[in-house]
């Protein structure tokens, strides 16, 4: 019963990721089902017991990037790991097709006719919990709102990583990242924090390792 299981909870995962690197090359519309099929090596009736439909599995996809992620840090410390962790999150997308088709499909999800919007408020959580570690330190301006910063940050990494992609291929999203903070420190850090925080990918990618 145990390797029964083992063997659903794997093919559900190959599944994940083969939608993912379709969904990834086509977006939803142009990623079939048959596609999907022949990238996972296995049967549409596989794929229709783990997902009931093409939506269901892109659903599926959104939610499971951040699942995927392993660098994701679990002991809040502040802003300058909060900082970090956007410049990770920006090298994921450049290498990671799973977190890239989860972030695809999260933006275009209109076209699967879905609307969810939880995997947004996890990373608002995320980044919140970091902000209110920051707050703790002494790092954030009076007036500074976490809950508030935490979700136009969310949106600010969403639009310039579209943007990005469009004119790059996410090559330049790390300098993006770091002009989106560079506007947006002022709002709420204090100038003491603010001079001593750093906006580098490289320091982001040896913390991580």
């Given at each position: 019963?145990?390797?029964?299981?083992?063997?659903a909870v794997r093919t559900r995962e190959l599944i994940l990721e083969a939608a993912a690197?379709?969904?990834?090359?086509?977006?939803?519309?142009?990623?079939?089902?048959?596609?999907?099929?022949?990238?996972?090596?296995?049967?549409?009736?596989?794929?229709?017991?783990?997902?009931?439909?093409?939506?269901?599995?892109?659903?599926?996809?959104?939610?499971?990037?951040?699942?995927?992620?392993?660098?994701?840090?679990?002991?809040?410390?502040?802003?300058?790991?909060?900082?970090?962790?956007?410049?990770?999150?920006?090298?994921?997308?450049?290498?990671?097709?799973?977190?890239?088709?989860?972030?695809?499909?999260?933006?275009?999800?209109?076209?699967?006719?879905?609307?969810?919007?939880?995997?947004?408020?996890?990373?608002?959580?995320?980044?919140?919990?970091?902000?209110?570690?920051?707050?703790?330190?002494?790092?954030?301006?009076?007036?500074?709102?976490?809950?508030?910063?935490?979700?136009?940050?969310?949106?600010?990494?969403?639009?310039?990583?579209?943007?990005?992609?469009?004119?790059?291929?996410?090559?330049?999203?790390?300098?993006?990242?770091?002009?989106?903070?560079?506007?947006?420190?002022?709002?709420?850090?204090?100038?003491?924090?603010?001079?001593?925080?750093?906006?580098?990918?490289?320091?982001?990618?040896e913390r991580s390792c």
């Amino acid at each position: 019963m145990a390797g029964r299981q083992q063997r659903a909870v794997r093919t559900r995962e190959l599944i994940l990721e083969a939608a993912a690197e379709v969904f990834d090359e086509s977006g939803f519309a142009g990623g079939s089902i048959m596609r999907i099929t022949e990238r996972a090596a296995t049967t549409q009736g596989a794929i229709y017991f783990h997902f009931k439909s093409k939506e269901g599995l892109a659903r599926a996809v959104i939610m499971y990037q951040a699942a995927h992620l392993k660098g994701i840090p679990q002991k809040p410390s502040g802003l300058q790991q909060l900082i970090d962790l956007t410049f990770y999150l920006a090298r994921e997308l450049q290498r990671d097709v799973v977190f890239r088709a989860g972030v695809r499909l999260a933006v275009e999800q209109g076209e699967a006719g879905l609307s969810e919007y939880s995997i947004y408020q996890e990373w608002i959580e995320c980044f919140r919990v970091e902000l209110a570690a920051a707050r703790t330190a002494g790092e954030l301006l009076p007036e500074a709102e976490e809950g508030v910063f935490a979700a136009v940050l969310v949106a600010g990494f969403t639009g310039s990583q579209v943007m990005s992609q469009i004119a790059s291929g996410r090559v330049d999203l790390p300098e993006r990242i770091a002009n989106l903070w560079r506007c947006l420190l002022p709002g709420i850090a204090t100038p003491e924090v603010r001079d001593g925080l750093v906006l580098d990918a490289e320091r982001s990618r040896e913390r991580s390792c």
